[in-house]
């Protein structure tokens, strides 16, 4: 049997639609591996946000050009956000590369060993893309430029997908897009997403559903109630804030205050006081000063989030941001601003998370890790237990007993 390797990195959108490859070649009998030495079809699913994320998939590709000189017929493609509409350049750049397909789509090239598609079990938790492209063009970003404006897919489409997705094993949905907040408005009769996370959360089978990521200009009033209400819908998001500072945010072209960010935070916490919050931080936008830096360290020490996804400003060529202001905040001082961020976030968590000792938490085992079973909770908390019965796919209560920032571990109550 043919093998087949996913090499992925970035955004949870690239894991989304890299579940969904492989899928496609398992239908097409082709088997996953671990070691892309053993495959005989290699995708890399890359990403460019940032200047370190391009280099790590330049890198790969470097690597895996030595493999594919010592084994010509390996078939290698390269698809995500490095691929771009220029794919003259593309094949110029890396002619070894045997492929180049545009994020989201179907590689029309896959050779099919099965005239009929088999079925295949899916994991507990899968991610479901729901909505493709952006239209923020936030001055920093890349992706409008790589994706595309938006495109919804038909809530009925989706619903047959979760659907088939449960038939086959699957426990946990995750509604992905680059902005799951835009979902519908460009389908007839424009539903939102509070209205497809109500339309799927009447699945049999089906135990829970996530969503990321928001844009706190788009969150409304509909969605925090969709939370509060749906039985399936579990207490968490991100919303991403970027930066505690008005001016930045405004450079950043983000559309909205941190007044409003507050205030959106404080209904979302007075509605559902057990909502758990995660946001992203960027460090070092241009002109950006150590008063306006401290501004975001004051927000995210007031407004204690659960997890904090933070990285240093990086020019992506082609953004407004790139072409308009100069990258003047040097590079060492970038790093200590993220390393202070770091440090304030682990102190937080830590707190956060020691409050679950001796508690009893409810978690979807996803697999093993390490000789141990893992699995979030309701709230995103990566939990760790130790068992020998075979819990995959299974919901469990598990009894806190070790607490840290990342992660915590316990025992089946």
């Given at each position: 049997m043919p093998h087949y390797y996913i090499w992925t990195i970035g955004c949870q959108m690239n894991k989304a639609e890299s579940e969904r490859?492989?899928?496609l070649f398992e239908q097409h009998g082709y088997q996953a591996t671990t070691t892309a030495n053993e495959a005989d079809i290699i995708v890399l699913n890359s990403c460019v946000v940032r200047q370190s994320a391009e280099d790590k998939v330049t890198n790969k590709l470097d690597n895996l050009q030595v493999l594919k000189k010592q084994r010509?017929?390996?078939?290698?493609?390269?698809?995500?956000?490095?691929?771009?509409?220029?794919l003259a350049q593309l094949s110029k750049d890396f002619p070894y590369v045997d492929h180049f397909f545009k994020p989201g789509e179907i590689p029309l090239w896959l050779p099919g060993t099965q005239t009929t598609p088999q079925t295949q079990d899916a994991p507990p938790a899968v991610y479901l893309?729901?909505?493709?492209g952006c239209d923020n063009f936030c001055s920093y970003c890349i992706v409008p430029y790589r994706r595309g404006r938006e495109r919804s897919r038909p809530i009925e489409e989706l619903k047959n997908e979760v659907e088939d997705l449960v038939r086959r094993g699957a426990k946990e949905i995750t509604l992905v897009g680059q902005n799951v907040d835009s979902y519908g408005h460009d389908l007839p009769g424009k539903p939102d997403l509070a209205g497809l996370l109500s339309e799927l959360n009447g699945i049999e089978g089906l135990a829970r559903l996530r969503f990321l990521t928001n844009h706190p200009k788009d969150m409304t009033g509909r969605l925090i109630e969709a939370i509060a209400s749906l039985d399936k819908v579990c207490e968490q998001f991100n919303l991403p804030i970027q930066s505690g500072d008005n001016d930045i945010l405004k450079l950043m072209r983000r559309d909205y205050t941190v007044e409003h960010y507050h205030r959106l935070i404080a209904e979302t916490r007075r509605r559902i006081p057990e909502i758990s919050i995660s946001t992203d931080i960027i460090v070092g936008f241009p002109?950006?000063?150590?008063?306006q830096f401290q501004h975001t360290l004051d927000l995210l020490a007031e407004l204690r989030f659960e997890t904090v996804h933070v990285a240093a400003y990086s020019p992506r060529p082609g953004t407004i941001a790139a072409r308009e202001l100069e990258d003047n905040v040097p590079a060492a001082e970038k790093s200590r601003r993220l390393n202070q961020i770091e440090k304030l976030q682990e102190r937080i968590s830590?707190?956060?998370n020691a409050n679950l000792l001796g508690k009893t938490v409810e978690i979807?085992?996803?697999g093993r890790k390490k000789g141990k079973w893992q699995?979030?909770?309701?709230?995103?908390?990566l939990v760790f237990f130790t068992d020998s019965s075979n819990w995959r796919g299974r919901l469990v209560n598990i009894r806190i007993e070790k607490a840290g920032a990342w992660s915590l571990q316990g025992s089946p109550s």
């Open positions: 490859l492989g899928s010509p017929n390996l078939t290698l493609a390269l698809t995500g956000c490095l691929v771009d509409s220029n893309p729901i909505i493709q002109s950006e000063t150590e008063a830590t707190e956060v979807l085992v996803e699995g979030r909770t309701r709230s995103g908390k």
